[in-house]
């Protein structure tokens, strides 16, 4: 540990807890709009082993909404330049970079002895392969729904899957999770704001606000912080 690097949060959480939240491995399972921002705060907290998976590059339309997405990243693996964020901050971190993706063939392998995993994905069959696994290794797991086509920052909540509404997201993830023989309590964070697709020129354009996916992220980072801390009492 870098003396002072912590300091701050030391002096909020303790000795104790600061070393065990150090001790944990988690995985952040999409890098992304709502990925890159649940990423930084786990570096920043110390946090030692850490995973990110991705499958994708960076293209100049990431750049409104990414953490990660810079002119000088565009073109390059995402997790490649994952993996160089989280060292300039914790170079003591052991990071695993994996560039691929997630399916039902691979997905138990990546989260294998993992104590919490960051789930922002976009596609609903790998988001839901992944959040059996979880649940079938008992593997804590927060998720992200729909971040897109929503302005209103006062409606991002958390809550169980079960009981989400006005995400088109999560009811596709609910409707899946069904078919997997999933009805297991997941905590999500979602919106119930309807969404805007008033200036999308086509279905597959998603309009974003980078204030939205942020706090997406964030307040995933936030639950599983708090997740972590409250195994140490």
């Known amino acids: 540990m870098r003396d002072g690097q912590y300091i701050r949060l030391e002096a909020l959480i303790g000795h104790e807890q600061l070393i065990a939240l150090q001790n944990r491995k988690v995985g952040v399972i999409g890098c992304g709009a709502v990925g890159s921002f649940t990423l930084e705060p786990l570096a920043r907290c110390g946090i030692n082993d850490i995973t ?25 693996v995402k997790v490649e330049v994952a993996k160089e964020r989280i060292l300039s901050i914790n170079p003591e971190c ?4 994996l560039n691929t993706f997630v399916d039902k063939d691979n997905v138990e392998e990546i989260i294998k002895g993992m104590d919490v995993v960051f789930d922002c994905i976009d596609s609903v069959t790998s988001k839901c392969e992944l959040l059996k696994a979880c649940v079938d290794n008992n593997i804590k797991v ?10 209103d920052i006062s409606k991002i909540q958390v809550a169980d899957i079960w009981k989400t509404s006005g995400c088109p997201l999560a009811k596709a993830v609910r409707t899946q999770l069904k078919k997997l023989g999933v009805y297991s309590s997941i905590e999500v964070v979602f919106s119930p704001e309807p969404p805007n697709r008033e200036n ?28 972590l801390l409250a195994k140490v009492n």
């Open 94 to 97: 052991k990071v695993t970079a």
């Open 52 to 76: 990110v998976v991705d499958f994708d590059k960076f293209e100049l339309s990431n750049l409104n909404r990414q953490l990660l997405a810079t002119h000088q990243s565009i073109g390059r």
């Open 200 to 227: 999308c020129p086509t279905s597959t354009m998603l309009g974003s606000m980078p204030t939205i996916t942020a706090t997406f992220g964030l307040t995933l980072a936030h639950k599983g912080l708090e997740y």
């Open 142 to 151: 927060f998720s992200s729904m729909g971040a897109a086509l929503k302005t």
